[in-house]
């Protein structure tokens, strides 16, 4: 282990992608991977990152959830917009149902817990849809620039305002310029309030409206020197591990 990762280190899971991938002598093989800036991050705040692949049954998601102190939805592909009652637009045209059905099936359990979550880009937008609400399935038809897309490779830098109580708040600057790459956002939050937009008036952060920690993030922070919202969920992780002793 780690020496900035105490063996009392509350454990964290991050989802993961299973898509093909190339090392060495190896050419696309199916691969659970992720990338290691998110890891990286937790085990900065203290936390022991455990991966977690795409798993194929709700009752694994039961089975995972009771081993770990919190729970980090990641960045990634498109959510088939089926998943919150829409048909495709043009523009998405690639996701992975395995792990669309997996972070449902972990947050539907996190939620039943009170687990502490972080959403990442993606994550964000997932808790959105695990709760029942819906996306804007290609921003630029919204807001006309596809600035927030970045380059195919790399992020734009977007400036965030973030409300002055909350969570969030508790956590961050109240101005922030952040590494962005999506074409999507949420629209539809039900059990969450919008803490963060950028110019546009697009959500890019939101937080529960209990005193739960459950916080998503329209941006990247672990590709920058940003590590507010992973101290804080490993601070409520820490916090949940010591209340069950």
Known sequence: MSETVPAAAPVIGITTYRQPASWGAWKDVPADLLPSDYALSVERAGGAPVLLPPLASADAARAVLPRLDGLLIAGGADINPERYGQRPEENVVIWYDDRDAWELWLLAEADRVRLPVLGICRGMQMMAVAAGGSLVQHLP???????????????????????????????????????SHHHQAVAE????????????????????????????????????DDPGVFDGLVAAARERAARRG
């Open 189 to 224: 939050h039900p059990g969450y309030r919008i803490v963060a937009r950028d110019a546009d008036g697009v959500a890019q952060a939101m937080e529960a409206e209990d005193d739960r920690f459950a916080i998503g993030v329209q941006w990247h922070p672990e590709t920058a």
């Open 141 to 179: 038809d919204l807001v006309g620039h596809a600035h927030h897309a970045g380059p195919s490779d790399g992020y734009s830098r977007t400036e965030v305002s973030v409300d002055g109580t909350g969570r969030v708040a508790d956590l961050l600057a109240d101005e922030l310029v952040v590494p």
